[in-house]
């Protein structure tokens, strides 16, 4: 189900503009040159939009560093959560999990989203993408645990950012 915020559309511009530049950076850099630029000491929002387009092209081999990127500050670290959450492996439950506690709303509405799309629960975008059917070639049964809780914060995220 999808929840649209109509007082927001400078937010659905920016969204759009930023998903237009991810597109044109997804066609010139690789998948490594990604990995490196997340790992280096480049300006966080670069290092945030690196996570993104490994997120959105589902780079397996970037999951470690995605993980390692989860204990970096706020843009990177909400950046790599989604990203680990669209890529579905099931090595990110468990920082994840961790996640779920961090001082910041934000992470941790973007940790539970990320849980709740492993299990198959809320699917990127809201609707689509196999909504409730869990991914069985990536399925972790501890995300069984904690990703109906992870779903309802997501859900409940979404409802207080339409509020506002």
């Given at each position: 189900m999808s929840i649209k915020c109509p007082r927001?559309?400078?937010?659905?511009?920016?969204?759009?503009t930023v998903v237009l530049c991810a597109c044109r950076s997804q066609q010139s850099e690789s998948t490594p040159q990604l990995i490196?630029?997340?790992?280096?000491?480049?300006?966080?929002?670069?290092?945030?939009g690196a996570a993104r387009i490994l997120g959105a092209r589902k780079a397996v081999q970037a999951v470690p560093?995605?993980?390692?990127?989860?204990?970096?500050?706020?843009?990177?670290?909400?950046?790599?959560?989604?990203?680990?959450?669209?890529?579905r492996?099931?090595?990110a439950v468990e920082p994840l999990i961790q996640?779920?506690?961090?001082?910041?709303?934000?992470?941790r509405e973007a940790a539970a989203r990320a849980l709740a799309l492993a299990q198959g629960d809320v699917p990127l975008g809201?609707?689509?993408?196999?909504a409730g059917q869990p991914d069985e070639e990536h399925h972790d049964?501890?995300?069984d645990e904690v990703a109906p809780v992870a779903a309802a914060v997501a859900r409940r995220a979404d409802a207080v950012a339409c509020r506002a």
């Open positions: 927001y559309p400078v937010l659905a511009v920016a969204a759009a490196n630029e997340l790992q280096t000491s480049a300006p966080l929002r670069k290092r945030a560093p995605l993980i390692t990127a989860l204990r970096e500050p706020y843009p990177v670290r909400v950046s790599a959560a989604r990203a680990l959450g669209t890529i492996d099931p090595r996640l779920l506690t961090d001082f910041d709303t934000l992470v809201g609707e689509g993408l196999g049964p501890h995300v």
